[in-house]
C-alpha cells in the first residue's frame, strides 16, 4: 500500500529565513501531489500542488519540487513568518481519497 | 467564494448519545469525503460519496453511518458515542477523480463527557 511519510515531525525556524520541509513517497505511479497546511483547530488548507510531468512549481512565497527518482517532494517557503507556523501534510490519492501520513509542525521563531 | 460548510462548529455530547454533523459541499463538486483527526493526529479517512451514492469506506465504526443528500450535502451520524470519538471531524468536496485538491472545511469539533 502507499505510504507517506514526512522526514521530520517539526521544524523551527528562524522569522525571514527560508523553510523546507520533506516528504517520501512509495507509489511510483503516483501522478499528482498536493501540500496542504493546517493551522490548530481548522481544516486543512490547500497550499500548491504538481503534476508528476513537472518538477518544479512555483507559487506566491512556495515552491515545490518533485524528485521522481528518488520519490520525493519538497516544499520550500521562502521568507518564513509567524503566519506560516502550522503542520503541514503531503497526502496521497488512493482509489480517488487522499491519505494522509503524520505532518510536519513548523515553528516560526521572531 | 463559496467554501465547504459544516455544522455545526462545536458539539458537546454524552456518553452513548447520538450526534449528527452535516457537511454543505462547494457548488458542483459530485464528491464529499469525511475525516476524523484526534488530539495531535493526522486526518483519518471515514467515507466518501460520489453522485449520493458511497464511493469509499475507511476506518469508519459500525456505530456511525452516513448518506448525501439529493441536494450534495452530507450528514455523518454517530451513534452510542465513546470518549474516544472525541476529535475534529472534517468534511472536504471536489471533483471525483480528477486529482485535483480537496477543499476542507472548517470543522466540527466534538466532545463526549
Known amino acids: 500500500g502507499e505510504s507517506v511519510g514526512l522526514h521530520l515531525p517539526t521544524l523551527s525556524v528562524q522569522e525571514g529565513d527560508n523553510s523546507i520541509i520533506n516528504c517520501a513517497y512509495s507509489?511510483?505511479?503516483?501522478?499528482?501531489f498536493i501540500w496542504y497546511k493546517q493551522e490548530s483547530g481548522k481544516g486543512p488548507q490547500f497550499i500548491i500542488d504538481?503534476?508528476?510531468?513537472?518538477d518544479k512549481r512555483q507559487g506566491q512565497r512556495v515552491t515545490v519540487l518533485l524528485n521522481k527518482t528518488v520519490k520525493h517532494l519538497s516544499l520550500q517557503i521562502a521568507a518564513t513568518q509567524p503566519g506560516d507556523s502550522a503542520v503541514y501534510f503531503c497526502?496521497?490519492?488512493?482509489?480517488?481519497?487522499?491519505?494522509f501520513g503524520q505532518g510536519t509542525e513548523l515553528s516560526v521563531k521572531p | 467564494a463559496a467554501g465547504v460548510i459544516q455544522s455545526p462548529r462545536h458539539l458537546i455530547k454524552e456518553k452513548r448519545e447520538t450526534a449528527t454533523l452535516k457537511c454543505y459541499p462547494i457548488?458542483?463538486?459530485?464528491?464529499v469525503y469525511w475525516y476524523q483527526q484526534g488530539p495531535g493526529q493526522d486526518p483519518q479517512f471515514l467515507i466518501s460519496?460520489?453522485?449520493?451514492?458511497?464511493?469509499d469506506k475507511g476506518s469508519i465504526p459500525d456505530r456511525f453511518s452516513a448518506q448525501q443528500f439529493s441536494d450534495y450535502h452530507s450528514e455523518l451520524n454517530m451513534s452510542s458515542l465513546e470518549l474516544g470519538d472525541s476529535a475534529l471531524y472534517f468534511c472536504?468536496?471536489?471533483?471525483?477523480?480528477?486529482?485535483?485538491?480537496?477543499?476542507f472545511g472548517q470543522g466540527t469539533r466534538l466532545t463526549v463527557v
Open positions: 497526502p496521497m490519492y488512493q482509489g480517488g481519497k487522499l491519505i
Open positions: 460519496f460520489y453522485e449520493k451514492m458511497q464511493s
Open positions: 507509489n511510483s505511479a503516483s501522478d499528482y
Open positions: 504538481i503534476r508528476s510531468n513537472m
Open positions: 472536504a468536496s471536489s471533483w471525483y477523480g480528477m486529482n485535483t485538491e480537496a477543499f
Open positions: 457548488p458542483r463538486h459530485d464528491t
